[in-house]
């Protein structure tokens, strides 16, 4: 996935001393149609980086938090899973040393493999947002501009077991069926069937291959 459409906006909630792995993280999750914040990375030291932080804060869809031995501890981790909480965003706790504390206690946390692989872990941390999708639309909107960026049947099968159930609008609905049309990873996938409808499927199939 290489140009973004309708990116969702992550921000990655880190130590300081863990910013090489948030820095990984974030470089494989733009693969996924995402626009990462790390703000040890994004922010340039002639900004007011506080204010950037807010401003990023106050946009992003989701929040990451990477939770190393003293995140609980820190003001400023704190001050960011308070604020995307308020707002009522979706967050991942992402268990690295520390169990979730604090504001995020009660949320249930996904422990990787050690060692970590920031490839690996990406698509976990992809395959988590997505299964939000039910609960957020700006998930559910993420999720259904990815179809036209899909580069594998499975990542388009993925994508749509990601809105299995959930009642899409006529919109977004056209969005699939141009992704259907102009990405051979997506009208050669099994499983958008399920949400074109076979009928669909059928007929622009036989304009494309008539008898």
């Known amino acids: 996935m290489t140009q973004k459409n309708n990116p969702l906006h992550l921000f990655i909630s880190h130590l300081s001393s863990n910013k090489r792995l948030a820095t990984e993280l974030a470089e494989h999750l ?41 995140y609980s501890k820190s003001t400023w981790c704190n001050q960011e ?13 992402f268990k690295i040393e520390e169990d979730p504390m604090g ?65 899409l609008s006529e919109g977004e609905i056209e969005q699939i069926k141009n992704a259907f049309n102009s990405n051979s990873q997506v009208s050669g996938a099994n499983d958008v069937v399920n949400i074109l409808g076979e009928e669909w499927i059928k007929a622009k199939r036989a304009e494309r291959w008539p008898s």
């Open 103 to 167: 504001f995020i206690g009660k949320l249930q946390a996904y422990t990787p493999a050690q060692p970590i692989n920031p490839r690996w872990e990406a698509y976990k941390i992809v395959e988590l947002i997505q299964g939000k999708a039910s609960q957020f639309e700006s998930i559910r909107s993420w999720v259904v501009s990815c179809f036209h960026l899909s580069h594998s049947f499975y990542a388009t099968n993925r994508l749509c077991s990601a809105l299995d159930g959930i009642s």
């Open 81 to 93: 899973v308070g604020f995307c909480l308020g707002r009522g965003i979706p967050l991942i706790s």
């Open 30 to 70: 733009e693969k996924y149609n995402i626009n990462p914040f790390v703000a040890h990375e994004d922010i340039t030291p002639t900004m007011a980086w506080q204010e950037e932080i807010e401003n990023f804060l106050k946009s992003t869809h989701c929040l990451l938090a990477l939770l190393n031995t003293g």
